[in-house]
Nanobody, 127 residues
């Protein structure tokens, strides 16, 4: 059974930083793209960042470009999201996601392009 488990969320002041982690189990994702999405109350889930299976390319939403960094460690089956210069509008539940097709086309930034999802971790940024 495939599981994605996020951690690292919490409460932080505006301008602060958090690092989210997502550990995958049940299969290896070393040949699969992975991403982060977020969902604020009353809003649709939106794309945040994605990383290519090899780790050599990344793709970001305009709203987080320059502030967030996605990375991965395939040996640990883990993907990270380093979030700096956080803003109150970054407040949301953050979800890790993985695509099940090996070496899929790139980039992928739509929810329907991801097949596995974590349960989410809450990030709250106070002003």
């Amino acid at each position: 059974q495939v599981q994605l488990v996020e951690s690292g969320g919490g409460l932080v002041q505006a301008g602060g930083s958090l690092r989210l982690s997502c550990v995958a189990s049940g299969r290896t994702f070393s040949s699969n793209h992975m991403g982060w999405f977020r969902q604020a109350p009353g809003k649709e889930r939106e794309f945040v960042a994605a990383i290519r299976w090899s780790g050599d390319d990344t793709y970001y939403a305009e709203s987080v470009k320059g502030r967030f960094t996605i990375s991965r460690d395939n040996a640990k089956n883990t993907v990270y999201l380093q979030m700096n210069s956080l803003k109150p509008e970054d407040t949301a539940v953050y979800y890790c996601a993985a695509n099940k097709q090996s070496y899929a086309r790139w980039p992928i930034a739509r929810t329907y392009q991801y097949d596995y999802w974590g349960q989410g971790t809450q990030v709250t940024v106070s002003s």
